[in-house]
């Protein structure tokens, strides 16, 4: 309808998308191109995110049906419960501008994919949001989301932070990073870029979650940094490509940080901020909400006090973080060894693997060589690999994981 | 013993000072003098603060005779349990030099008396302490050292502490005193002065609690400090007269600070300090322990930080300290009105009461005219009467609590 389409063009573009955009439509090589990938990419352009009742009928229908509905004039939409004439005709209107095909290939041709629920790459901690889960989420980058995520904590806070939250935020950055934590953040002024930058700064893995398409440069003073991401990390988003951002649009996007992590920690947040809020939902969501103090008389630290003062934990640093958070999930740094069978693991990531010297460490750059890949490629895939417990970082270096004292263990909690 | 004394000398000299020192052994006009204060009195000099052993023979024997044993000959102090020839040794030198009349005539001819375990001033939580509880305490100021325990808050922290601390610690000083919260500490420099000093600019109550003699200036550069708290607040210790302060006895000190408030609040600390300890003695009593939030990268708040990261409760101005210290005892800021009978108050302080206009507020200058009394006089009386639930502050002045909803809850709590 785009174009002063008809009744059911958006079905058929769907197909076509479907059918025609091979490449774009298959996630990551883990699935095969289906009608419901396509409809889902539609989706993220119909539906804002976080809207629960759209949520709903999509669990209830399934992603094809609620997309035909929205085109459809056969009187289904207006059956949907909840469903009002106004909200209608706000879906009807996005329904019939979007065109999934384009979106997947725009996506695909800036070397990004489309990953839905129940892909193997999908986050599973994300279905702990309910009806308001994302209906996929866009990504570039080469890491594996899910995998990334596993052992994942957001670190969060004001724009206009003071230079002692910058300082922080980068400090737990590159502390998280160097103890093979990925940090996960917005990507937006202050504590998020610094926190972003503390961990490329020491070589880790970072992940952004934005509340616009992948492909836009926001904040436009990110755009290099948002570069660097797509190239050593992992750049996120439920907004479909060329989306902007809105005020509601980043308050719900931090929800998809907060449910995400095991945790999140707020650097520096005024009173009633969206970093309070985020800390909130991951309370709401189980996860730990952790707060960096600061001056009492710092207008920018209230918040996070306030936080504190509440279930909040204060943390100052790395280590009280990982502390923290290490013990709430399947994967306590005292658990030692894989959580993952090996033969689970995807030919590039075994390679990687089996370079890895029986005994002592080995530097990133000597492992991409045995294994044949890039030092950027291979920094991932050992990250990925620690996540599943089966590497160390020694020093500057990466090591096997000495076996574990029970098997039992090592196996408990496996896919 | 001090001149070469035979058996039995400190026991005449206690009798000598019972009877001869009148007013030096009378405490604040509420006791008799007895052989049995002037025997604390001796025992303050004997003892070191907090020796628990030597507080459980004095809780089985009696001042009167603990004290005999101590400069007796007769086997009977060999025989206590837990004595050694080492320690008895020590404690017969110091009971030999002991002379509690002239202790007591020394702090009477500086305004101050000796208060007992049992005397109508004595602050009876200090009994939480156990045996550990101080023998008396030597107090100097014209308030009552009870009452003014009664809402009272420690506030306490690091000698050497920065700018920031000093600042919060002289805002909360002022805000608890405007509250109507009497400000306890320890008179040292850095966080205890600056709290001293930020109530008395406030016009409000504090009390130093020394590890020294209440005759004693130290540190030196409060001399002026502690001038002022003479005339217009409390100088409390539980060692005697021109003792002086050695390290064990700063840290014994803090038990007493703990002890004789509802919470203690911790400005700044480094790990592993005497506030930190102060802290959690408070904690172990069942008091509260807060502490103020400082920047992550602040040795000098790590300790603080410690704290927030356990039991403590992180506060960052007056009112948060007084939401929670207000709902621990048995006097709530909820609870409205009087928890004593009015013909409790002792003379003075009900001439205040009676000065109070029915309706509407009076200044405190204007009440000390009224009831005949001098303005400082009036408004330790009105403290006094706050800390009893009769007075509340309005802007400058005081007013008479309005009557409570129900007669039973208001006197629920009373002596």
């Given amino acids: 309808m785009r174009r002063g389409g008809r009744p059911g063009a958006a079905d058929r573009r769907a197909a076509r998308g479907a059918a025609g955009g091979g490449a774009a439509v298959t996630a990551g090589g883990a699935g095969e191109p289906t009608s419901a990938r396509s409809a889902r990419a539609a989706l993220t352009r119909v539906l804002e995110p976080g809207d629960e009742r759209a949520g709903r009928w999509l669990r209830q229908l399934g992603p094809d049906e609620l997309l035909r509905r929205f085109t459809a004039e056969d009187g289904s939409a207006e059956r949907l419960p909840g469903m009002t004439a106004a909200r209608l005709g706000g879906y009807r209107l996005r329904a019939a501008a979007a065109d999934p095909g384009r979106d997947l290939a725009t996506v695909a041709e800036a070397g990004g994919r489309f990953v839905c629920p129940g892909d193997r790459e999908w986050p599973s901690q994300l279905d702990d949001l309910g009806d ?157 909400a952790m707060g960096v103090p600061g001056p009492a008389t710092s207008g920018l630290s209230s918040g996070v006090h306030e936080l504190l003062r509440g279930e909040g934990v204060l943390v100052t640093d790395a280590d009280e973080v990982v502390e923290l958070v290490g013990d709430m999930g399947e994967l306590t740094p005292d658990r030692r060894g894989p959580v993952l069978p090996r033969d689970h693991l995807d030919a590039s990531t075994a390679r990687v693997l089996d370079a890895l010297p029986y005994h002592g460490a080995a530097r990133a750059r000597d492992l991409a060589r045995a294994a044949g890949a890039s030092t950027d490629e291979t920094l991932g895939r050992l990250y990925e690999l620690h996540s599943l417990g089966f590497v160390e970082r020694e020093g500057d270096g990466w090591r096997l994981t000495p076996p574990c004292p029970s098997n039992d263990d090592a196996r408990r909690g496996g896919t």
Same sequence: chains 1, 2.
């Fill in 132 to 288: 308001a889960r994302p209906v996929g989420l866009w990504v570039r980058g080469r890491p594996d989301l899910r995998l990334w995520s596993l052992r994942s904590v957001a670190v969060v806070g004001a724009r206009a932070c003071t230079p002692y939250g910058a300082h922080m935020a980068a400090t737990l950055g590159s502390g998280l990073a160097e103890r093979g934590w990925v940090v996960v953040s917005g990507a937006a002024f202050g504590v998020d870029g610094a926190a972003h930058r503390g961990v490329l700064a020491a070589g880790g893995a970072t992940t952004a979650v934005l509340a616009c398409g992948v492909d836009v440069a926001y904040p436009r003073g990110h755009a290099e940094l948002l570069g660097r991401m797509v190239e050593q990390g992992l750049v996120v988003a439920e907004l479909p490509p060329s989306a902007h951002p809105t005020r509601s649009r980043f308050i719900l996007r931090n929800r998809v940080i907060a449910a995400l992590t095991r945790g999140t920690v707020v650097v520096e947040a005024a009173l009633r901020s969206g970093s309070l809020a985020t800390a909130r939902q991951a309370q709401r969501l189980g996860r730990f």
